[in-house]
T-cell receptor, first 109, second 116 residues
């Protein structure tokens, strides 16, 4: 079966750095997305990785290791508005999106 | 503002009733999708449409039907609602069908449905 694992919940402090991990076992791999979803709102696109390495976009970075079936989202200089759920999604060999359950990030002052 | 409009925002429904969730996009995207989101589970695809006039089944299609008469509209119908269909439903669209880095999903704000 296809599986994507993310921690259910994480807590971090305002101004700090947090790393949200995502491991996957899927039938093939054609890319990985990270989406942000604030409570009661729609998911919004954050990043996309298809090659190994780090993609940096302002305070957010996403890393991929295809050989390890592993990705992480790194959030720097945390702000209260970063409190949200972060969804990992993998494109499988049929170009279908497989979604993780999401990681709820709580930011404390 | 370009995007996706879903209606209703929330609805409480008696079991056995018929319900249609509406979805309209103004981005001229070819592909549209319906997902359900339940606590502790990832988004699950119900039905999709890669272009107007065509539809396909996703991971959890039973009890749901869709139509795609034109590019902009993609309604989701529950013919006879059951309590297990209590969920938050998201409509999404992308420029074309098939997931890829160039084909990012845009989501609507969601419809919260409770079936009693």
């Amino acid at each position: 079966g296809q599986n994507i694992d993310q921690p259910t919940e994480m807590t971090a402090t305002e101004g700090a750095i947090v790393q949200i991990n995502c491991t996957y076992q899927t039938s093939g791999f054609n890319g990985l997305f990270w989406y942000q979803q604030h409570a009661g709102e729609a998911p919004t696109f954050l990043s996309y990785n298809v090659l190994d390495g780090l993609e940096e976009k302002g305070r957010f970075s996403s890393f991929l290791s295809r050989s390890k079936g592993y990705s992480y989202l790194l959030l720097k200089e945390l702000q209260m508005k970063d409190s949200a759920s972060y969804l990992c999604a993998v494109i499988d060999s049929n170009y279908q999106l497989i979604w993780g359950a999401g990681t709820k990030l709580i930011i404390k002052p | 503002i370009a995007g996706i409009t879903q209606a209703p925002t929330s609805q409480i429904l008696a079991a056995g009733r018929r319900m249609t969730l509406r979805c309209t996009q103004d981005m001229r995207h070819n592909a549209m999708y319906w997902y359900r989101q339940d606590l502790g589970l990832g988004l699950r695809l119900i039905h999709y449409s890669n272009t107007a006039g065509t539809t396909g089944k996703g991971e959890v299609p039973d009890g749901y039907s869709v139509s795609r008469a034109n590019t902009d509209d993609f309604p989701l119908t529950l013919a006879s609602a059951v309590p297990s269909q209590t969920s938050v439903y998201f409509c999404a669209s992308s420029a074309s069908g098939g997931a890829s880095g160039a084909n990012v999903l845009t989501f609507g704000a969601g419809s919260r449905l409770t079936v009693l």
